[in-house]
């Protein structure tokens, strides 16, 4: 491998991954951040949201001089080889993305393009994006000067909690646009896709996956939209299980033995959360209506994950009749293990509807402290126990190793009630009857 010098534009979630990512395989990496703050922060291996393993990875790689971050574009662009875009595209009006950041780097990295120059969009960007960028670029360059530059949609697969090895060890790497680009790009990954790297897993080669600009900005979206229905299809058959008495711990396995189906995501419980899914679903919708048409699955896929909300506090209101000036715990706030993010979270949904009924709620997450203003009245407890102590119910919301491993005999010593509310049919159920508390699952 010859090393580059690659600059990322956008040093939060995904730009910190990738700037720590290509500098530990040997790339001249600067990551360019507009907040001076945040650059401070990053140089001392410091990282605002939590991810497992980053802040030591990151400590290391600076430590070796081949990543920098720095708020001068002059610093990070003059001489890059490749630009990846890592910036945001959140949701904007009628579930739209929100492009102006992607339309401020190209403003920025335009003055120092030069012939040979591939810019890749590893944001998450609509189809279509990738040409929009080329034409921004070529309307911003000066008449007398117009390099030949590539352009080429590198989409992220990175999972919160498991973010370094998704980008080391993926099942495939996809590149969308003109060989020539592809080529410099696949380049910077050879590493990853023949796996020489130290702890490497030549067993396990990725897949490179080429395509044209358009078909890989689709294969992003297509991906987490199969995902996430994949899920919603799992809680629509747990649901009809409840009703007709089958068990659908049973059921769903049994669906997933098939090869052609796969057990990944055929978990039932309080449905998906997290700043993808949502989005995502949101801006594939959104595109098919540009073209007159209505996305009937992806739509109910959206409808099913938002009744399944509420279908938890059906269940309380089954079993504990009144909720009003009951006492609910909440175990787990983040949307998934691992991480802190809160985006679209099971548990504010939960906690919004709690409160508004009447209930009194406390809270306890191993990384999560804090909620939004408007959840302010949700206790967040220093531990398990404490948040549990003298509740009428607890529900289960965020299967982290530490809640599904709690001693039952201690939460049922801790709780007024017995209730408790397996939101992620995760909890051994016998062990927590033998404790004497009553458990209701998804599915069962």
Known sequence: ????????????????????????LGHEVYGLESDPVRVGELTQGRVPFYEPGLPERLKETVATGRLTFTDQPAEALTDADVIFLCVGTPTGPGGTADLSQIESATSTLAPFLRDGSVVVNKSTVPVGSGNWVSTLLEEALPEDSKPQFSVVSNPEFL????????????????????DAGIDQVAELYGPVLEQKFPGGRPEKLPRLIRADLTSAEM?????NAFLATKISFANEIANICELVGADGRQVLPAIGADSRIGEAFLSPGLGWGGSCFGKDLAALIGTGQEYGYSSSLLRSSVEVNELQRAAVIRKLQRELRVLKGRRVCLLGLSFKPGTDDLRDAPALDLAGRLLAAGAVVSAFDPVVTQLPGDLDAVRIAQSPIEAARGVDAVILVTEWSELVALDPQGLKSAMKGSLVLDGRNALDEAAYCAAGLRVVGVGW
């Open 159 to 178: 999972r919160e909690g498991s973010a370094l090895d998704d980008f080391l060890y993926p099942d495939r790497i996809v590149l969308g646009g003109e």
């Open 219 to 223: 294969i992003k979206y297509a991906a």
């Open 1 to 24: 491998m010859t090393p580059r010098k690659i600059a990322v534009i956008g040093t939060g979630y995904v730009g910190a991954i990738t700037s720590t990512c290509f500098a530990w």
